[in-house]
């Protein structure tokens, strides 16, 4: 019998970057708010902060 398992033993260090790119784009954003009305600051730090989450949640989807 062969086994079917994926190998998940590959390097482990996309996810904790992706965490350290969500919280930058939240801090970013949280900061581009309170320093003004920043609309290029908002745009970038949003990118960044939705492209990492999706990142992540298809990481989860994909290892369940």
Same mark, same amino acid.
């Given at each position: 019998m062969?086994?079917t398992?994926p =190998? @998940?033993? *590959? &390097?482990q #260090?996309?996810? &904790?970057?992706?965490?350290v790119? %969500?919280? #930058? *784009?939240? #801090?970013?954003?949280?900061a581009a708010t309170?320093? *003004? =009305?920043n609309? &290029?600051?908002h745009l970038a730090f *949003?990118?960044v902060? %939705?492209?990492s989450?999706?990142a992540l949640?298809?990481q989860?989807? @994909? @290892? @369940?």
């Amino acid at each position: 019998m062969t086994n079917t398992t994926p =190998d @998940r033993s *590959g &390097p482990q #260090i996309l996810r &904790p970057l992706l965490w350290v790119l %969500l919280t #930058i *784009g939240m #801090i970013g954003n949280a900061a581009a708010t309170a320093l *003004g =009305d920043n609309l &290029p600051a908002h745009l970038a730090f *949003g990118l960044v902060t %939705l492209v990492s989450g999706g990142a992540l949640i298809a990481q989860y989807v @994909r @290892r @369940r």
